[in-house]
Each structure stands twice: as structure tokens, then as C-alpha cells.
């Protein structure tokens, strides 16, 4: 990312500013935006970011207070000074904000993943140990304040209209599965228990999965993965709705089993809709980088759910920053919410409010808006291998975040991810999370209220 930002990426990144206190457009009368740092430029009562024009470079990343400024321009151990009634921001918060809202680091990775995803280890939040901090929320909260003393000093009025959201709890499922003892998880679970499949299971426990299985497919009905009257139970109880993210057909193996035209996913529709919640499309493996499909994933919901897709999150959290955002605008979705790493909990963009990606081939930024993922059930059992406790805390410290600036926290948990053998207390930590997230009033949302409220606002970019 060599160069400044030109002023198409600057304007998209005031907007973001913008989100959470609408700039009154007095304020904007005062930036300069300085491609001469250091240098003023004989400038008065200016409020002057400092512009860089250098690529991102690891080595040159500058900490103050904590806060990694990714485009550093001076030695100055703090982020701005008043000079001459000037507000000079010495480091260029706006290029380091942009950097990681727009999802410029995705572009060209070095590799990517088995499922062709940018890897967690390739991202600036895990080199810099920042994945569980918002940094572009503290980058805004520090240009807020340095405002708030050039308007001071200046004598200026600073007409703000406050439109400060309250702290959100976004609650989605994505439904991969809906039964469980079907023939091919047998055949898998016997397959890990001979060997021919690598696990990280016990003996022990690979011998009670296969008994388990086994049992079940030929003497019983049971069917934990159909827990929709249980999550719907847990959730009414505390006032929380939810986003149900169900999967199509396609390749087999990979996306579902089911089909959306069976009377009793039509009956759970139905029940969903009523219940107020929001029926969203999981997009199948090839959704996220064939726009015929995706359009074809979108149809075949609407046929039987007889509610407007308006959301998604893409099966695996695939994610192509140069193809996947263009299929979502083409869609018309009114936003996504597959960004999350799935290796670890946090902020794969920095950032705890809806935003929008950038089209950098086209130099403007795509209108679906993004809603970032912060916890995935999977991320913290599978990938991380955290114990209960463990999980806790850490899912904590991300609300404790997210709260701080009014944002929203964004979990992902699958239907069926209740499994005592594999992960023994599981389904209390879920219920002590829950009542966890209601005794701080999470207000709950789904995502097209989400969208709404940030129509309402009238921003415009």
C-alpha cells in the first residue's frame, strides 16, 4: 500500500469515523489532510492529519500507550499536539485505520489455507499480538479527543449529534447439519477409530464416539443436531432472537445434507420467522466465488422460507477479498458476516461496528456492509483446543471490548454443538455465557435491524 490515501479512501475513512458521532460538517471545514509532514504549511486553526505515503512495513509499526500505529511518521511519543491553535496528528491514524478496515492485508496473501481462506498466521493482528483489541475504535476515540481540545481552544461549538448505538449482542447459528447419526459420520467416526483419519481424540474417547454412533443408527431416533426448540427455549428466556444461517446442497460432503423444501425445515421457517428471528443463507463452498450459485443458494431459500434474504455468512468463513464482497454487492445482500478468523477469536478487520469493505479495482467502497464475527464455537474447541474456563475468559475479555466503545459481539454457535463426550460441560458454558451476556444487557439484534438502524442515520459515503 505505497502512496497516500487518495481522497476517495480518506472520505471512506471519515465516514467510519463518523459511525458511531455524526461529524457535523462544520467540523470537516478545518481538516487538512498534510502529504508534508512535519510541515504545516503556515496553516491556523487547522486540524491537520499528517499524511504517509510508505508502504506498510512491520518493522516501523510504533507503539504509544499500547496502540500500534501502523503508519508512523515521526519520533514523537504521542499521537498529536496543539501548535499555533493547530490540531496536528503526528502519526497517520487514517492510513493505519484504513488499512485494516478495508481489508487491504487479504489482497495478495503469501498462501492461504486448505479451504484457500487467508490465514490467521499471515495477519497483522496475530503478529502484532492484537487480535483481541479493536485498534481502529481506539484510533477513532484518539482523533475524537484531540477534536474535542482543538474546538475547545478555539472556542469552537462542537455540534455533535449523538448517535452512540448501545452495546449489541448479535446471536447467529449457522445450520450445517440438521441430522446426526447419519451413515457418513458413522463411516467417519469408525474410519478415526481405525486410524485411517487423523484425530486428536483419545482412544478412549474415539471408542465411545464410534459406540455412540453405532448404537444410535441402528437401535434409536435421537437426533441432537434438531435442537432448534431447545436454542429457541434458552434464548426466549432471556429475551435474545437470533440469525439462523441455513445451508444448501451442493457439493456433496461439503455443504448439506438437507434440502430446504422438506416440510419440517418449511415448519421450522415458519416457527423461526414467528419467533423473530431471521432466516439468512449459508452459502455454499462455491457461493463465495460463483456469483451463479450464490444467486442460485439465495433463490432456493426464498422459495421456502418465504422471507427476503437480506444476510449471509459463507460455510467454512470462506473468503476471497478479490472476488467474494463483488458477489455479495451483486446479490444486493445488505450485509455479510463471515469476517472472523477462524483460528482465533477476535477482530479480523480491528474493529467492533458494522463497516464496509473497499473495492480497490474500482477505488470506492462496496455497499454491503460487513458485520464482524468475533466468537465461533469451533474456534475455541477446535482450533484453540481452550479448556471451559479458558474459553470463558477469553470470550469475556472480547465483550469487555466490544462494550467499551457500544459495539457489537458477534457469536457464532452450530446447532448440535452441544457434545458432553467431546467436550464434557459444553452445554453449561453456553448457558453461563448467555446469562452472562444478559446480566450486562447485551441488547439483542438480529441482522437486518442492524442494517436499519444504520439507515435511519442517513450516512452517506
Not at 62 to 84: G, M, R, T
Not at 361 to 373: A, F, I, R
Request: aromatic content about 16%; hydrophobic content about 40%.
Amino acid at each position: 500500500m505505497i502512496g497516500h490515501l487518495n481522497k476517495n479512501q480518506i472520505d471512506y475513512t471519515i465516514f467510519h469515523l463518523a459511525l458511531s458521532l455524526k461529524l457535523d460538517e462544520s467540523i470537516k471545514s478545518y481538516f487538512y489532510f498534510n502529504t508534508l509532514p512535519n510541515s504545516t504549511n503556515n496553516q491556523i486553526n487547522k486540524i491537520i492529519f499528517d499524511l504517509s505515503s510508505e508502504e506498510f512495513d512491520l518493522q516501523n509499526v510504533k507503539w504509544i500507550d499500547n496502540i500500534p500505529i501502523l503508519f508512523s511518521l515521526s519520533e514523537k511519543d504521542k499521537f498529536y499536539s496543539i501548535e499555533q491553535n493547530n490540531l496536528i496528528f503526528h502519526h497517520d491514524l487514517l492510513k493505519s485505520a484504513f488499512y485494516l478496515l478495508s481489508g487491504h492485508q487479504e489482497l495478495s496473501p503469501e498462501y492461504t489455507d486448505k479451504f484457500n481462506r487467508f490465514p490467521y498466521e499471515l495477519s497483522v493482528q496475530k503478529k502484532l499480538g492484537i487480535t483481541k483489541i479493536p485498534i481502529v475504535n481506539y484510533y477513532f476515540d484518539i482523533i475524537w479527543q484531540g477534536i474535542k481540545e482543538f474546538c475547545e481552544i478555539n472556542s469552537i461549538e462542537l455540534n455533535i449529534s449523538e448517535t452512540k448505538p448501545s452495546f449489541k449482542f448479535f446471536l447467529t447459528h449457522d445450520i450445517d447439519i440438521v441430522d446426526t447419526y447419519n451413515i457418513y459420520d458413522l463411516i467417519y467416526y469408525m474410519k478415526v477409530f481405525l486410524g485411517f483419519t487423523k484425530s486428536r481424540l483419545s482412544l478412549k474417547l474415539k471408542f465411545k464416539k464410534v459406540f455412540e454412533y453405532l448404537y444410535n443408527f441402528l437401535f434409536t431416533r435421537k437426533n441432537p443436531n434438531w435442537d432448534f426448540n431447545f436454542l429457541r427455549k434458552i434464548e426466549k428466556d432471556k429475551n435474545f432472537k437470533s440469525v439462523f444461517y441455513f445451508l444448501p446442497k451442493g457439493l456433496k460432503h461439503q455443504d448439506a445434507y438437507y434440502s430446504f423444501n422438506e416440510p419440517r425445515l418449511i415448519k421450522l421457517f415458519n416457527s423461526l420467522i414467528k419467533d423473530g428471528c431471521e432466516i439468512g443463507i449459508h452459502g455454499s463452498v462455491r457461493s463465495a466465488f460463483n456469483l451463479k450459485i450464490l444467486k442460485s443458494n439465495i433463490s432456493a431459500l426464498e422459495d421456502y422460507s418465504v422471507q427476503k434474504v437480506v444476510g449471509i455468512r459463507q460455510h467454512r468463513l470462506l473468503f476471497d477479498m478479490n472476488i467474494t464482497p463483488k458477489l455479495h454487492e451483486a446479490t444486493n445482500l445488505l450485509y455479510d458476516t463471515t469476517l472472523g478468523f477462524a483460528e482465533h477469536e477476535g477482530f479480523k478487520n480491528s474493529y467492533c461496528h458494522p463497516f464496509k469493505l473497499y473495492n480497490f479495482s474500482e477505488d470506492k467502497p462496496y455497499s454491503t456492509w460487513e458485520v464482524p464475527l468475533n466468537v465461533m464455537d469451533a474456534t475455541l474447541f477446535k482450533y484453540r483446543e481452550l479448556n471451559l474456563d479458558q474459553a470463558m475468559d477469553s470470550v469475556k475479555e472480547i465483550i469487555t471490548e466490544v462494550k467499551k466503545f457500544n459495539g457489537i459481539f458477534t457469536l457464532l454457535w452450530h446447532n448440535g454443538y452441544f457434545d458432553d463426550i467431546l467436550h464434557p460441560g459444553i452445554k453449561k458454558f453456553y448457558l453461563n455465557l448467555l446469562g452472562y451476556i444478559n446480566n450486562i444487557k447485551g441488547k439483542s439484534c438480529i441482522g437486518r435491524e442492524i442494517i436499519q438502524d444504520l439507515e435511519k442515520k442517513n450516512f452517506e459515503l
